[in-house]
T-cell receptor, first 112, second 110 residues
Framework: EPEVTQTPSHQVTQMGQEVILRCVPISNHLYFYWYRQILGQKVEFLVSFYNNEISEKSEIFDDQFSVERPDGSNFTLKIRSTKLEDSAMYFC??????????FGPGTRLTVL | DAKTTQPTSMDCAEGRAANLPCNHSTISGNEYVYWYRQIHSQGPQYIIHGLKNNETNEMASLIITEDRKSSTLILPHATLRDTAVYYCIVRTDSNYQLIWGAGTKLIIKP
């Protein structure tokens, strides 16, 4: 069964450094999303992406964040200058028609 | 904020049906009811969704009341692997994001 994959599974970085989190969505899906979950808290929406552009973003998704689909298979989330409060699990999801979303296993980001 | 309310936690015996309620009294006519679950430390998993009619798939059944103000997710024969946090989310088909509440922590007991 096709699934969303994410790399790395765990990323440790120093405050102020740039990080890129990678996702490979399910191959025939057209809608892509990033969510995050701070330890012990709710899942929070960051951004959705369709037709090579951002379709919706939350207040969390400020100028420090960007997304890209550099080729036909990858979907990336970049954080330009990480802060301590960016430490969280980051989940990528994809959807074929924007209805049910299928999630990857997540990347645990730890900012020191 | 999430537009649904769910009990904080529930227990169910292994092999029995688990019935998880959700209230969504302010749901609009074009909003769907979605259910996801999150097993500890894993990514959320889609379970089922519906608009007005009851729905069933290989994982679960979704019962939506006639006034659409509440719904129940039914796991017909719960196993220990169904222990997870279950989220009920309402969303229009054109609203991309999922807004997550705290969900119901379902514990399946042997």
């Amino acid at each position: 069964e096709p699934e969303v994959t994410q790399t790395p599974s765990h990323q440790v970085t120093q405050m102020g450094q740039e990080v890129i989190l990678r996702c490979v969505p399910i191959s025939n899906h057209l809608y892509f999303y990033w969510y995050r979950q701070i330890l012990g808290q709710k899942v929070e929406f960051l951004v959705s992406f369709y037709n090579n552009e951002i379709s919706e973003k939350s207040e969390i998704f400020d100028d420090q964040f960007s997304v890209e689909r550099p080729d036909g298979s990858n979907f990336t989330l970049k954080i330009r200058s990480t802060k301590l409060e960016d430490s969280a699990m980051y989940f990528c999801a994809s959807s074929i028609q924007g209805m049910e979303q299928f999630f990857g296993p997540g990347t645990r980001l730890t900012v020191l | 904020d999430a537009k649904t309310t769910q009990p904080t936690s529930m227990d169910c015996a292994e092999g029995r049906a688990a019935n998880l309620p959700c209230n969504h009294s302010t749901i609009s006519g074009n909003e769907y009811v979605y259910w996801y679950r999150q097993i500890h430390s894993q990514g959320p998993q889609y379970i089922i969704h519906g608009l007005k009619n009851n729905e069933t798939n290989e994982m679960a059944s979704l019962i939506i009341t006639e006034d659409r103000k509440s719904s129940t997710l039914i796991l017909p024969h719960a196993t220990l692997r169904d222990t997870a946090v279950y989220y009920c989310i309402v969303r229009t088909d054109s609203n991309y994001q999922l807004i997550w509440g705290a969900g119901t922590k379902l514990i399946i007991k042997p």
